[in-house]
């Protein structure tokens, strides 16, 4: 099976690296940049676990033709969500015949509505990656969190199950693909506090006060799942509504029986904080974004998710972090 990685950044490179170190054919479409640096660099690869490959330049499929990426069999798209309207303009737009089956591994849960919106005729699945790729530096891409890719299930699972087995890279497919998405969500709305505190993952989960905050934005977004119908799916040995209760439990008794969730690297951060620090737009649209636009269409409102977006767009406007400290953020929160 022939592999095309849309998007040459953290995800796509982690991945697409792993498949190509695992010895199958994948066509990374670049942006000049990164076209770049991976031609001068090739790719490095590791995980929290002890993985770690290098790969030559020499031994990377690297363009900035989109006809050579859609030259496959399936295409995994691996930009950020507000990218998504330009990918479906750039690929309807490609002197192309052949149409690859297209993966959206974005976060959020609108991304492939839009892309089928704009490319009717093409095969598009929804796809979830639940770990955190840090660059470590120029091409150095490290994963620093467990977690199984989840992806739609399509006609070409066993041939896709070859290369991801090849690679060593835990995945299932599945058909609540929505639900999954909404599982996510629930967790990704850690980022926007991860990148307001300034801190890695492990010390801000750490700290029962931003637990608290995060526990209430989850609460939140249940509250409205519940009202939508929608049942978030269970990606771990704990139901997504017990999760709130279990963040605010005090520091050792959350230390005990959260070992799995702090399994993380200790260098890690979220990408939302990484984007905040090198100045980039974030996805806080695509996480609690998701969550305010759903509650839009019920009629009722969301204030904890609506503050983190105003509080992520204000750190983008001013074109840097904007750290606040725990007890600060419960009390903006109106929590204390």
Known sequence: MKIGIYGAGSIGCYIGGRMVAAGHQVTFYCRERSYQKLSQNGLELSDLNGYHHKLTPDQLRLTTNLAE????????????????????????????????SLISFQNGVSNVPRLKKMLPEWEIM????????????PSHFHQGSDGILMIKKFAENNQLKIVLDAAKLQFEFRDDMLEVQWAKVLFNLNNSI??????????????????????????????????????????TPVPANIIPHILRLPNWLFKLISRKMLAIDPLARSSMQDDLNLGRTTEVDWINGEVVRLANT?????PINSYFIEQIKLAENNNSSLQIGPKEMLRQLKLI
Request: net charge positive; proline share 3%.
């Open 194 to 235: 991860n990148a307001l505190s300034g801190l890695t993952l492990r010390n801000q989960l750490t700290n029962r006060m931003y637990r608290k905050c995060l526990a209430q934005a989850q609460l939140e977004t249940l509250q409205i799942l519940k009202q939508a119908n929608i049942q978030p799916a269970q990606l």
């Open 298 to 302: 019920l009629g009722v409102n969301a």
């Open 69 to 100: 990426v859609l030259d496959t069999d399936l295409v995994m798209i691996c930009v950020k969500s507000a990218a998504t309207e330009q990918v479906a303009s750039e690929i309807r737009s490609c002197d192309t015949v052949n149409k690859p």
């Open 126 to 137: 929804e796809g979830m990656v639940p770990f955190n790729v840090a660059e470590l530096k």
